[in-house]
């Protein structure tokens, strides 16, 4: 069967066919027959999605630009897609080549959020693999993945090889040499995942064993054939030497993100104690103005991009932020070029600043107070006090600037009605800010949008030991916010996240093997891409939790004591456990711990460094 020419048939019967015909600028096709190594990155979401997400863009041109190496992309077909590809039985196939992905060596994916699991097993089962790990048996494609949900990988242990731990770019090429080497040599699939057990950052599942107490918590976690007993992430260690891919392929259907993208720095100084990234991306890192100025302008000309965001976790803590503004403002602002801060801390908004991104930016503004109260905010370690907030607010309308967006979370540990009611209270001190300002914009009222998520507690923070508020509890504090806004302020707006996402987010994020078979059952039920609310449907996973006898509840809505084995306990990201209970200990005491640059609070991650992070 030739499959590119099946591909070709079927592509006018689809909805926006150009996420599936490759050819973008800046692709990169080889000649199959000159490398050794065959690798699809698979993002288990829809092109436009993964097309906007960097790790992809790094690692793409990163595995690319190795002569011995061919990185194709894949993407989730969607559902018109999906069904004729199966319908004319057409494998999943890379963009570049149109070959088949399951004749391919490597098979990546990259774990961005815990909806995309049955997403990768439907990958697998439309690449024609079987989903199972035991089941391939000794046959290639190996199967990869890596980003931060393996930071707890064991929902998908039984589904994939190798976890990558940590940064791709350090430990990708040491996996892609040992593929090729293990080709070469004829060594087999095992002998290969032996060896791979014992490359700093790479984690082979099928080497571990799991045991169980009755009360159903982790009794011992054991390692076999010599793999380590603790595997740890690799990172990078000196960010302006790591490889930056100096064009991106540019899409052809409209991307989330449509736009270039320069990374400032790595790991978060803050310590929110709800923030996942804020701790597993640790130890901070930050590249130099030069090196960030240099990949900016290469990117802006290879793809003609007339929009470039200056990436990170808080954009706004790179310490030489206004000297790299003042190399780039020049450039951007002659070739017409926006510049975007998307992560700016609300307290690190200075007037010069907000004068300089001003410049060229003039929508709405995001700021992330996450909580209410000032109680609620010192609990999670928000280190922002209502003054500040008001006050960068302030900064802003006289700017120019009239809508305002506000990140809460709802259900965080310790939660009363008084901090619920605080989220509108804030929200209506802005509204009246406004109001009260003579300079502020003429003509125009304000526009203040309260988005709301449910707290989920995940590995690897202060609160992976808490409770997560049942779905009904999640439910009653909406409804009493929504009446307590309604009877406040016809100028706030509060959009709020589906709680039964958030409670299967809690199941995935600290679950463990056992969660394997639900998974599999409700990939088997129908499930694929529910992260998108048009494809998710609650009641496929209801039932394959019925099926496979587990309740959700012991796993979300459950705290677990310190001593408790968690999941992924045996796995070293930096972070330790003892400094991750000290900071929940203070948190039930409504005690902040200060940033990084103030005080290193001896969170263990600099041993990854090898010397002090600042
Ligand atoms: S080791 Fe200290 S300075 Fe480094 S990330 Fe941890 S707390 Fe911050």
Redesign the pocket.
Known sequence: MNWKLEVEKILPRVQKPARYAGGELNSVVKDPAGVSLRFAFCFPDLYEVGMSHLGMKILYAQANERPDTWCERVFAPDADMEALMRERGIPLFGLESRDPIREFDLIGFTLQYEMSFTTVLNMLDLAGLPVRSAQRGAAFPLVVAGGPCTCNPEPLADFVDIFVLGEGEEVNPELYDLIIAAKKEGISKGELLRRASLIQGLYVPSLYDVSYKEDGTIAAVTAREGAPARPAKRIIRDMDGVFYPQNFVVPFVEAVHDRAMVEVLR???R?CRFCQAGFIY???REKSPQVIDRDGRSLCETTGYDEISLSSLSTSDYSRLEELLDKMLPWSEKGSINLSLPSLRIDGFSPKLLEQIAKVRKSGLTFAPEAGTQRMRDVINKNITEEEILSTCRTAFEGGYCAVKLYFMIGLPTETEKDIEGIVDLAQKVVDLFYSLPDRPRGKGVAVTVSLASFVPKPFTPFQYEPQDTEEMLREKQHHMISYVASKSKKIRINYHESKTSHLEAVLARGDRRLCAVVEQAWKNGCRLDGWSEHFDHQRWVDAFAACHVDGGFYANRTRPYDEILPWDHLDY??TKS?LTRENQKAHCDATTP???LQ???????KL?GR???
């Open positions: 790991g978060c100084i310590g640790r130890p901070f930096g972070v400094f940033n990084c640059r290193c609070s001896g969170c263990g991650a600099n460094l002090a992070c600042l």
